[in-house]
């Protein structure tokens, strides 16, 4: 990959992951959470991996700040409270 590539990925990726988390609908920095498994997990979590693999999984993602990401991983915040936005 060419550095101008690498920037304008990277450019991409910050644009994502600003924004409203899915979770709370606080405006900060977003977290890739896995709905389902997509084969990401564990090992090839580089940025620019998770990034295409959120593009071509964009149902299986939830994108989420480090509080609420940490509360979906713990169980605390769950799917339906999300899609009902009911923490917002
Ligand atoms: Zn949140």
């Known amino acids: 990959m060419t550095t101008r590539q690498n920037k304008w990925i990277k450019r991409k990726i910050k644009k994502v992951k600003m924004g409203n988390c899915e979770g709370c ?3 900060c920095k977003r977290e890739f959470a896995h709905k389902e498994p997509t084969g990401l997990s564990g090992n090839g979590r580089g940025r620019k991996e998770r990034y295409y693999d959120w593009k071509n999984n964009k149902d ?5 700040c480090k509080m609420c990401h940490e509360m979906y ?10 899609e009902r936005g009911e923490n917002k």
Not at 60 to 64: A, D, I, P, T
Not at 73 to 82: H, N, Q, R, S, V
């Open 25 to 27: 609908g606080l405006f």
């Open 73 to 82: 991983d713990y169980g605390a915040l769950t799917d339906k409270e999300i």
């Open 60 to 64: 299986k993602y939830h994108l989420l």
